[in-house]
């Protein structure tokens, strides 16, 4: 009976980089209605001035008149469903495009902290002497950095002290 393995957590990379696209996603799609809805109110005017401004509208019998505003209605969804169709396959071309740089920026973004994970990987291994010593903007990263940096430096000032502390005794005893 084989034991069943849970999914592994998502990375914070990972996690960014939804963040990003779905940022881009509803921010793209409030774009799309807004320009939808513009487009619409657009064409209603244009609908309305081309069937007054029609040679002797007047004229025409009311039969070729609603014939006329069928038509136009027809070109208008004809119009808006093109646009509509047109911005949603651009939306999600320039969502998976955003997506990947997303999935850049975010690991541009992380790799000092995998600095400081390989760093505290290898001062785990007794080399209390090296530090992160991780240069850039003064940012939360760097913060953490040098609060890692300066607790290593404790670590390091109290073992130092913890061996000469067995060294004197064990000086005095030999002698």
Same mark, same amino acid.
């Given at each position: 009976?084989?034991? +069943?393995?849970r +999914?592994? +957590? ?50 025409? +019998? ?17 119009v808006l ?87 004197n ?7």
């Amino acid at each position: 009976m084989s034991i +069943p393995r849970r +999914p592994r +957590p998502s990375t914070i990379r990972v996690r960014l980089t939804m963040l990003y696209a779905v940022a881009f996603f509803v921010a793209g799609a409030v774009l799309v209605a807004l320009m939808m809805l513009y487009l619409a109110h657009a064409l209603d005017g244009q609908l309305t001035a081309r069937i007054g401004a029609t040679e002797r509208a007047a004229e025409l +019998p009311p039969q070729v008149q609603q014939e006329l505003r069928v038509q136009f209605q027809r070109d208008r969804d004809h119009v808006l469903g093109a646009m509509l169709t047109a911005s949603l396959v651009s939306l999600g071309v320039f969502g998976v495009i955003a997506a990947g740089l997303g999935w850049l920026m975010a690991g541009r973004v992380l790799h000092p902290l995998q600095q400081i994970t390989a760093t505290a990987r290898r001062v785990a291994d007794r080399n209390l002497h090296e530090r992160i010593a991780l240069t850039g903007p003064n940012d939360e990263i760097k913060e953490l950095a040098d609060s890692v940096d300066a607790m290593l430096e404790r670590l390091d000032r109290s073992f130092e002290g913890q061996r000469r502390f067995v060294a004197n005794p064990s000086h005095e005893l030999r002698t």
